[in-house]
Nanobody, 125 residues
Framework: QLQLVQSGGGSVQPGGSLRLSCTAS????????VGWFRQVPGKELEDVSC????????KYGDFVQGRFTISTDDAKTTAYLQMNSLSPEDIGEYYC??????????????????WGQGTQVTISS
């Protein structure tokens, strides 16, 4: 079965760090554009970050402000989102997703073919 399996997330104190993982099962991320999104209740799904495995260009949402880094492992089986300097404004359910790498980070969203199951990020002192 082809799926994206997420891990990581949880609860950290303000200023802390988390690393989210998104592992492809039954396929590899080679040939895909990989994105991370955030869902907060009552708000629209928000772009967090994106990377193309074709040219490794990465993009980040405005709220990230240099605190997050998206990457993939060398085998292109897992994508990561390293999140540093977390604040209560970063709370939400985080999802990874993929689209064929024909679509860049500028236009891939409507062509997403698979989603991860989501993982909760909570910031609490």
């Amino acid at each position: 079965q082809l799926q994206l399996v997420q891990s990581g997330g949880g609860s950290v104190q303000p200023g802390g760090s988390l690393r989210l993982s998104c592992t492809a099962s039954g396929f590899t991320l080679d040939g895909y554009t990989v994105g991370w999104f955030r869902q907060v209740p009552g708000k629209e799904l928000e772009d967090v970050s994106c990377i193309s495995t074709k040219d490794y260009n990465a993009k980040y949402g405005d709220f990230v402000q240099g605190r997050f880094t998206i990457s993939t492992d060398d085998a292109k089986t897992t994508a990561y989102l390293q999140m540093n300097s977390l604040s209560p404004e970063d709370i939400g359910e985080y999802y990874c997703a993929v689209a064929p790498s024909y679509w860049s980070c500028s236009n891939y969203r409507r062509y997403i073919s698979r989603w991860g199951q989501g993982t909760q990020v909570t910031i609490s002192s």
